[in-house]
C-alpha cells in the first residue's frame, strides 16, 4: 500500500489499520488510503482480540471514517 511516497507492507487492509492504531502510528492523512477499503466484519472481527480499549478505540475510528459494514464478494 502506498502513501505519500511511502509504501508499507501489508498483509491485509484491516490489520494494516489496526496495527497503526495500535502501535500509535495513526494519523489523520491515512484516512484517504483507508476509506472505502476496509471490510467492518473482518474488522470487528480482528478488533476482538485486542484489550477492550484499543477494541473501542479501533471501532471508533472505522466508524468515523464511515468504512463499509458490507462484506465485499
Not at 508499507?8 to 472505502?36: C, H, M, N, Q, R
Not at 473482518?42 to 471508533?60: D, G, H, M, W
Amino acid at each position: 500500500m502506498k502513501i505519500n511516497d511511502f509504501y508499507l507492507p501489508v498483509s491485509d487492509a484491516e490489520k494494516t489499520f489496526i496495527d497503526l492504531i495500535y502501535f500509535k502510528e495513526w494519523k489523520k492523512d491515512y484516512e484517504k488510503y483507508f476509506k472505502g477499503k476496509i471490510k467492518f466484519p473482518v474488522l470487528r472481527k480482528y478488533s476482538k482480540e485486542y484489550p477492550k480499549r484499543i477494541e473501542r478505540k479501533i471501532l471508533k475510528i472505522g466508524e468515523k471514517l464511515k468504512i463499509s459494514k458490507h462484506p465485499s464478494f
